[in-house]
T-cell receptor
Framework: DTGVSQNPRHKITKRGQNVTFRCDPI?????LYWYRQTLGQGPEFLTY????????KSRLLSDRFSAERPKGSFSTLEIQRTEQGDSAMYLC????????????FGDGTRLSIL | AQSVTQLDSQVPVFEEAPVELRCNYS??????LFWYVQYPNQGLQLLLK??????LVKGINGFEAEFNKSQTSFHLRKPSVHISDTAEYFC?????????????FGAGTRLAVHP
């Protein structure tokens, strides 16, 4: 049973650089979610895909952030012109259809901005 | 605003003692409730969930939680903890208010089990 896979696990970059993270969901899950978790806080919702359609975006997702899921399978989250405040753990989750279906989380990508 | 409050940021406890981690949510609308556990440098693992039916739900690793609608609470309990239960615990809620309903998390409770 392969779970949700996220790459890279850690990313260190200089302020102003662009970064891209990848998430591979569980294969039969058509829903995919991105969350951001800062130190000492719970995860905060960023965006949600059903298949390839991005159905909801949080106000936290500024115009420097973009997420895609082109073929309804893996997803990428790109941050352009990174800022210090972008330092966080970025978590991806996937689920089967339906609000009652639990979300399964990957181990996250930890982003550190120098 | 829809929110989740975990009343204790840290809970120290001795091994084999009972523990309760408290969670309250903000609204009386219908909800789904979840508890997740997070070990260092890992993602979140589902412990248990309440969708409907019996208000006492049992999860993995000997944890259980009780849904109390009148008090808008969903406290997590374990009768006897182990060192390996040391982790961060997150309560999460889906408010069933129409449309897509996202998970809203509390700030977490760090459970520290001491020998």
């Amino acid at each position: 049973d392969t779970g949700v896979s996220q790459n890279p696990r850690h990313k260190i970059t200089k302020r102003g650089q662009n970064v891209t993270f990848r998430c591979d969901p569980i294969s039969e899950h058509n829903r995919l979610y991105w969350y951001r978790q800062t130190l000492g806080q719970g995860p905060e919702f960023l965006t949600y895909f059903q298949n390839e359609a991005q159905l909801e975006k949080s106000r936290l997702l500024s115009d420097r952030f973009s997420a895609e899921r082109p073929k309804g399978s893996f997803s990428t989250l790109e941050i352009q012109r990174t800022e210090q405040g972008d330092s966080a753990m970025y978590l991806c989750a996937s689920s089967l259809p339906g609000q009652a279906q639990p979300q399964h989380f990957g181990d996250g990508t930890r982003l550190s901005i120098l | 605003a829809q929110s989740v409050t975990q009343l204790d940021s840290q809970v120290p406890v001795f091994e084999e003692a009972p523990v309760e981690l408290r969670c309250n949510y903000s609204s009386s609308v219908s909800v789904y409730l979840f508890w997740y556990v997070q070990y260092p440098n890992q993602g979140l693992q589902l412990l248990l969930k309440y969708l409907s039916g019996s208000t006492l739900v049992k999860g993995i690793n000997g944890f259980e939680a009780e849904f109390n609608k009148s008090q808008t609470s969903f406290h997590l309990r374990k009768p006897s903890v182990h060192i390996s239960d040391t982790a961060e615990y997150f309560c999460a809620v889906i408010y069933l208010s129409g449309g897509y309903n996202k998970l809203i998390f509390g700030a977490g409770t760090r459970l520290a089990v001491h020998p």
